[in-house]
């Protein structure tokens, strides 16, 4: 492969971000707080939120340009807000023969530029996207239904640090071994077999991002990155529904590249209407070497028995579960678990859905509590939170699709079992046309049959499961069984007692879930830090891979080593 001729932009490039990209990978190996995004939409300037509106209106009800991008001429829209607002926009259509030529063609300069110029124009593509945080919050908040809060720190900075994250672990891995060695092993009396060695990065191919609904760049940046920075072309299939925040990732990463003397179509868009099945025919194309997937278990399940050429990085679905054994701050645990069930109408893949508390009841600093004290107050917290419809409207967001209205409809009609918290219509003061409800918390019983099968599968969505067991023995066990059939994003524990946390430790380690103990404060089950908190372990059913560690990375490329004696 052959060194490419550096732009003079990369140069500068590589000069602006290397202090970024050092303190990122200092970051990484310390696990601290670290972010140069900032999270407070305050920090972006006193008319950063305006602008941001500004700029996403300005997108609605218009074609989407894509300069040099492959189109046959058509357009591919029908977003429509959950909030009531139809977007309008059309973006350009192309079919999977030229989307694969355009990007094989861009191909050979990027995989011959160096780990460092790749990670520097990555880290540009990402500066430029964190200075339109504004205008990417609205067009998530517009696709996803997440609340403008929301939207701007989970669909913004966050899901930029988890970007930055993949890029600094690609790089990490790229130069762990010298690109260069000498080699001498010496030979008694005669002279050292002496040679050179240099050890080349090859990128694997082509690279497949298929996007989804509810979380379209946190979700989607870190398979982006880390396939761009280990070299590969990207094509980017977002979800029908949310293409937008997807798109304008596109658009700015064509930008940075035509900037920097690469070809734009290292990042391409297959933009297809609701019901098509672009992603399963590219998911098998020969050219394509990298898929990562988020969304529903019946199609990750497919890709990965399928798309057997690629190498294939899926998040797909689980049974989250939560066990109660007792707590030192009873109202702590239940304004905690509250917050997690209704933030953004439990639409994430780590919010809890099981929650095993022991018949008997648990102990806490008020005194014990039954079984049904425990329900009846997790349920009164979560009523008193989402009490004002203003401000239930800004944890709760809008029901991103049909299946999980139904899902509520079926809550509230009993369907599942006895309602200890049946789910309420909220109007959203600013968007009378969203769609949002309020958790459903349904009692379930360990020992029954019926039960059992209603709380083993996922039922994603703002209803949960308060499942009554026998003793607090049987709650860990049931933890385990769960992550090891059903599968889990997150598992979580309360307990005072030492030999319980052992005992939830070793279920985790067992079963491959990553567990929160006794979370009371502002940290909650269904969040997490980038260069600190993995997403997923890729030990379990629910994922085959995490964000961020080195497996995520490392199997994106290749090293060929070329000798010769000295």
Request: aromatic share 8%; glycine share 8%.
């Amino acid at each position: 492969m052959s060194a490419a001729v550096t732009h003079p932009l990369v140069a500068e490039l590589v000069e602006r971000h290397q202090a970024t990209l050092d303190a990122a990978l200092a970051a990484a190996a310390k696990r601290d707080y670290w972010s140069p995004y900032p999270e407070f939409p305050k920090a972006y300037g006193e008319s950063g939120a305006a602008d941001g509106k500004a700029a996403f209106e300005a997108l609605l009800n218009q074609p989407f340009a894509l300069d040099q991008h492959p189109a046959d001429g058509d357009l591919v829209g029908g977003e429509a807000s959950p909030y009531g607002v139809e977007l309008g926009i059309g973006y350009p259509h192309a079919e999977p023969d030229a989307l694969i030529a355009a990007l094989t063609a861009a191909r050979p300069g990027w995989a011959a530029a160096t780990p460092l110029d790749r990670a520097a124009v990555c880290l540009e593509i990402l500066g430029r996207i964190n200075a339109r945080s504004h205008e990417f919050a609205h067009a998530v908040m517009h696709t996803t239904g997440q609340a403008y809060g929301m939207a701007f720190q989970a669909g913004g900075p966050h899901a930029q640090d988890r970007g930055l994250e993949a890029v600094a672990y690609a790089y990490a891995e790229q130069t762990r071994l010298p690109r260069s060695a000498g080699w001498s092993k010496p030979q008694g009396k005669r002279d050292p077999l002496v040679m050179t060695k240099d050890f080349t990065v090859v990128p694997r191919g082509l690279a497949l991002l298929i996007g989804c609904n509810t979380f379209p760049t946190w979700n989607g940046y870190p398979g982006l990155f880390a396939s761009l920075a280990t070299g590969n072309p990207v094509l980017v299939k977002p979800h029908p529904r949310a293409m937008l925040p997807l798109a304008l990732t596109v658009r700015i990463a064509r930008e940075v590249l035509a900037e920097a003397g690469f070809d734009p179509n290292l990042v391409c868009l297959a933009a297809e209407h609701e019901g098509g099945t672009v992603a399963q025919t590219l998911a098998v194309r020969p050219e394509i070497k990298l898929i990562d997937y988020t969304g529903s278990t019946a199609f990750g399940d497919w890709l990965e028995e399928n798309a057997r050429q690629a190498e294939v990085y899926t998040e797909k679905a689980g049974v989250n579960t939560v066990v109660v054994d007792s707590t030192d701050n009873y109202r702590g645990m239940l304004d905690n678990l509250a917050f997690s069930l209704s933030l953004y109408s439990g639409q994430m893949c780590t919010t809890p859905q099981n929650l095993l508390i022991p018949r008997t009841g648990i102990d806490t600093d008020q005194g014990a509590k039954s079984y049904d004290e425990v329900v009846g107050d997790l349920a009164a917290a979560i009523e008193g939170l989402l009490s004002d419809d203003a401000r239930a409207a800004a944890i709760l967001g809008a029901v991103v699709n049909p299946g999980v209205l139904q899902r509520t409809v079926a809550a509230a009609g009993g369907e599942y079992g006895e309602l200890a918290l049946a789910p309420r219509v909220v109007t959203s003061p600013e968007f009378p046309a969203a769609t949002v409800r309020t958790p459903a918390l349904v009692k379930l019983d360990a020992d029954k049959p019926d039960d059992r099968a209603v709380f083993r599968s996922e039922c994603f969505g703002p209803v949960s499961f308060a499942v009554a067991v026998e003793n607090t023995a049987a709650a860990v066990e049931l933890l385990r069984d769960t992550v090891r059939t059903q599968g889990a994003m997150t598992a979580s524990g309360y307990t005072t007692a030492p030999e319980v946390e052992n005992a939830l430790v070793e279920a985790a380690l067992d079963s491959g879930v990553s567990l929160s103990l006794n979370l009371t404060g502002g940290v909650y089950a269904n969040q997490t830090a980038a260069f600190s908190d993995l997403h997923g372990t890729g030990a379990n059913p629910a994922a085959n891979s995490a964000y961020c560690d080195g497996a995520f990375v490392a199997n994106r490329f290749r090293t060929v080593e070329i000798r010769r004696h000295s």
